[in-house]
């Protein structure tokens, strides 16, 4: 069985600040570990992944996620917010089974001008 | 590339009609297919999944069935819609078995159902 926690329903930032969103996940099995975003009435774009090798992964639009195996985090970060970044992130956990993914619940981040 | 069209993009039904919601894939071959439903700020609700032609797996009991008539073609149908089936279905397909790739996304369908 695998699921998704992500902390924080709402993150609020003010432009050029940092961009933490978290997320932490329960697997049964070594997991592959996704960051997705969505904005208004669109479907989920791929942020980045985890699935082996480097714990540091960098994705699109400047965000990087590093997964922690003793922490069972994956938490999504961004030196320095743009107005463009608000919209909503969804972590999810990825296993063997027909590569189903299970989702967290997302949070959504503002950026303040 | 490989891109994923679903339509339509808004459908508003009456309790009790049919409903047929299509994606297709292009640019992969026997991809996972998938069909979600996202509530109102709520994650996202695995409804079906298909490894292959004619193979569908339900998630969920409900209201609502699957079918996958070509390798690239999924449908999310049901014979009458219930006022709880309404929300945004997503169709997704990943191209390896075990979702190393992660999720390509379809632009989604919000259905109202009045």
């Known amino acids: 069985a695998q699921s998704v926690t992500q902390l924080g329903s709402h993150v609020s930032v003010s432009e050029g600040a940092l961009v933490l969103l978290r997320c932490n996940y329960s697997s049964s099995v070594p997991p592959y570990l996704f960051w997705y975003v969505q904005y208004p009435n669109q479907g989920l774009q791929l942020l980045l992944k985890y699935t082996t090798g480097a714990t540091l992964v960098k994705g699109i639009n400047g965000f990087e996620a590093e997964f922690k195996k003793s922490e069972t985090s994956f938490h999504l970060t961004k030196p320095s917010a743009h107005m463009s970044d608000a919209a909503e992130y969804f972590c999810?956990?990825?296993?063997?089974?027909?590569?189903?993914?299970?989702f967290g619940d997302g949070t959504t981040l503002t950026v303040k001008p | 590339s490989q891109t994923i069209h679903q339509w339509p993009a808004t459908l508003v039904q009456p309790v009790g009609s049919p409903l047929s919601l299509e994606c297709t894939v292009e640019g992969t071959s026997n991809p996972n297919l998938y069909w979600y439903r996202q509530a109102a700020g709520r994650g996202l609700q695995l409804l079906f999944y298909s490894v292959g032609i004619g193979q569908i797996s339900s998630e969920v009991p409900q209201n609502l069935s699957a079918s996958r008539p070509q390798d690239r073609q999924f449908i999310l149908s049901s014979k009458k819609l219930l006022l709880s089936d309404s929300g945004f279905y997503l169709c997704?397909?990943?191209?390896?078995?075990?979702?190393?790739?992660?999720?390509?996304f379809g632009s989604g369908t919000r259905l109202t159902v009045v």
């Open positions: 997704a397909f990943s191209s390896g078995g075990q979702g190393i790739y992660g999720y390509t």
């Open positions: 999810a956990v990825s296993g063997p089974n027909a590569g189903k993914s299970t």
